[in-house]
């Protein structure tokens, strides 16, 4: 909601800047499902990294390309348990490698918003959740370019994946697969979400990875330990992602990590029909995914009018649970911080540049005075343990933080 009349540019946070990216990239991410597990950028999948590895031993053994029965038996396996028919045969190309490589770094260059992703880059920096003196645009594409494995390219209806990795390219594959089969039945596309100054396009890109994950496990489920082991092996064997900041990775897993879960909760609700209403009534904020809330009830978010900045406004938008909690983390303790975030109700933050600091305003309000007194105490620590400034004060019933860096 803009109070002060329309702003010039609507910014976005980082998550929801690429989230464009993700709803057509299938990536495959260092981050696991439990979200308890420290997300640690130069650490590949911790599940794969038992022992020495030498990954390519098993990677070069595989065929480059799967053989079209494999390929219906995979597209027969996502209809299955997606409970949706194809209306066309997807399209499915399996490249090589350094083929794979090329087609995606030309998807990149036209799907990357780099002035979005200048803006998300800014209020990490200025909450603290990014080195003052680290880029994230050129590390964030080195980061797609050596973990996506497959993507579904939604303009030319294609699901795009790099083969030879046996299981580990099937379960890809049928990721990708799920996407394409979704956006026959769906609308996929993230546009209408983009002035949105709330986190929908966030939520909704939790549902349609989440949905994702959800047959991509089911795959993996049936797989043989041989073949577990194989396909683990393949991850293992990925180049290390470059280092960016821990928040900024649990943003960007953020879809998969936790829409996964919330996914899980959805089917366990009511089967793929709640998948589908997912998809038609998404969630409008990252509190609802975490909390696993069920479709259709409206989060009572509070609507909070945008608070003054101290100099010429840079942006505006809302921070949402997720990177409260992310702010949270820098003071307490990674469970404390998820549970007071979770006492979220709404929020509303202004942006502006000061010499050569930037600087973030964030008007929070919680679900109860409790809550609000404990946000506050909380935010205090987080204040206290900052380089750079930051300050914490109660206005009314509003939680006011700013922070400088
Ligand atoms: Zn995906």
Same mark, same amino acid.
């Given at each position: 909601?803009?109070?002060?009349?329309?702003?010039?540019?609507?910014?976005?946070?980082?998550? %929801?800047?690429? =989230?464009?990216?993700?709803? !057509?990239?299938?990536?495959?991410?260092?981050?696991?499902?439990?979200?308890?597990?420290?997300?640690?950028?130069?650490?590949?999948?911790?599940?794969?990294?038992?022992?020495?590895?030498?990954?390519?031993?098993?990677?070069?053994?595989? =065929?480059?390309?799967?053989?079209?029965?494999?390929?219906?038996?995979?597209?027969?396996?996502?209809?299955?348990?997606?409970?949706?028919?194809?209306?066309?045969?997807?399209?499915?190309?399996?490249?090589?490698?350094?083929?794979?490589?090329?087609?995606?770094?030309?998807?990149?260059?036209?799907? %990357?918003?780099?002035?979005?992703?200048?803006?998300?880059?800014?209020?990490?920096?200025?909450?603290? $959740?990014?080195?003052?003196?680290?880029?994230?645009?050129?590390?964030?594409?080195?980061?797609?370019? *050596?973990?996506?494995?497959?993507?579904?390219?939604?303009?030319?209806?294609?699901?795009?994946?790099?083969?030879?990795?046996?299981?580990?390219?099937?379960?890809?594959?049928?990721?990708? %697969?799920?996407?394409?089969?979704?956006?026959?039945?769906?609308?996929?596309?993230?546009?209408?979400?983009?002035?949105?100054?709330?986190?929908?396009?966030?939520?909704?890109?939790?549902?349609?990875?989440?949905?994702?994950?959800?047959?991509?496990? !089911?795959?993996?489920?049936?797989?043989?330990?041989?073949?577990?082991?194989?396909?683990? $092996?393949?991850?293992?064997?990925?180049?290390?992602?470059?280092?960016?900041?821990?928040?900024?990775?649990?943003? %960007?897993?953020?879809?998969?990590?936790?829409?996964?879960?919330?996914?899980? &909760?959805?089917?366990?609700? &009511?089967?793929?029909?709640?998948?589908?209403?997912?998809?038609?009534?998404?969630?409008?904020?990252?509190?609802?995914?975490?909390?696993?809330?069920?479709?259709?009830?409206?989060?009572?978010?509070?609507?909070?009018?945008?608070?003054?900045?101290?100099?010429?406004?840079?942006?505006?938008?809302?921070?949402?649970?997720?990177?409260?909690?992310?702010? $949270?983390?820098?003071?307490?303790?990674?469970?404390?911080?998820?549970?007071?975030?979770?006492?979220?109700?709404?929020?509303?933050?202004?942006?502006?540049?000061?010499?050569?600091?930037?600087?973030?305003?964030?008007?929070?309000?919680?679900?109860?005075?409790?809550?609000?007194?404990?946000?506050?105490?909380? $935010?205090?620590?987080?204040?206290?343990? *900052?380089?750079?400034?930051?300050?914490?004060?109660?206005?009314?019933?509003?939680?006011?933080?700013?922070?400088?860096?």
């Amino acid at each position: 909601v803009s109070m002060n009349g329309s702003p010039q540019n609507p910014r976005r946070l980082l998550g %929801l800047a690429i =989230a464009a990216l993700l709803v !057509a990239a299938g990536m495959w991410l260092v981050y696991r499902s439990s979200t308890d597990d420290p997300v640690v950028a130069p650490t590949p999948d911790p599940t794969a990294t038992t022992g020495a590895v030498v990954a390519d031993t098993t990677a070069t053994t595989a =065929a480059v390309s799967l053989d079209a029965g494999r390929v219906a038996e995979l597209v027969a396996f996502v209809e299955a348990t997606r409970n949706l028919t194809f209306t066309e045969e997807p399209e499915v190309e399996i490249m090589a490698a350094d083929e794979f490589g090329a087609e995606l770094a030309g998807f990149l260059d036209t799907e %990357l918003d780099s002035s979005a992703i200048t803006e998300s880059e800014d209020v990490y920096r200025a909450l603290a $959740l990014s080195p003052t003196d680290q880029e994230i645009e050129p590390l964030l594409r080195e980061f797609l370019l *050596r973990r996506t494995l497959g993507y579904y390219d939604n303009e030319s209806a294609t699901v795009r994946v790099r083969g030879g990795l046996g299981p580990l390219t099937e379960s890809v594959l049928v990721h990708e %697969l799920t996407h394409a089969l979704e956006s026959e039945y769906f609308d996929l596309d993230s546009d209408r979400f983009s002035e949105r100054e709330d986190e929908s396009l966030l939520a909704f890109q939790a549902v349609v990875e989440g949905n994702a994950a959800f047959v991509e496990a !089911a795959f993996v489920e049936q797989l043989s330990e041989a073949e577990k082991t194989e396909r683990q $092996l393949g991850q293992a064997g990925l180049v290390a992602p470059p280092p960016l900041s821990g928040p900024v990775l649990v943003t %960007l897993a953020f879809p998969y990590s936790e829409g996964s879960v919330y996914v899980d &909760g959805l089917f366990a609700a &009511g089967g793929t029909d709640m998948l589908d209403l997912a998809l038609t009534n998404p969630p409008r904020t990252s509190e609802q995914i975490s909390e696993g809330q069920a479709i259709g009830l409206e989060d009572a978010v509070s609507e909070v009018r945008f608070p003054p900045a101290d100099d010429v406004e840079m942006s505006r938008g809302v921070l949402g649970s997720l990177t409260l909690r992310l702010v $949270l983390e820098t003071a307490l303790p990674r469970a404390n911080a998820r549970e007071l975030s979770l006492e979220w109700s709404g929020d509303a933050f202004v942006s502006w540049r000061e010499q050569t600091a930037v600087c973030v305003r964030a008007d929070i309000v919680a679900e109860s005075p409790a809550a609000q007194e404990r946000m506050l105490i909380a $935010l205090t620590e987080v204040a206290k343990a *900052r380089v750079g400034t930051a300050d914490v004060v109660a206005v009314d019933d509003l939680v006011r933080f700013t922070s400088c860096a």
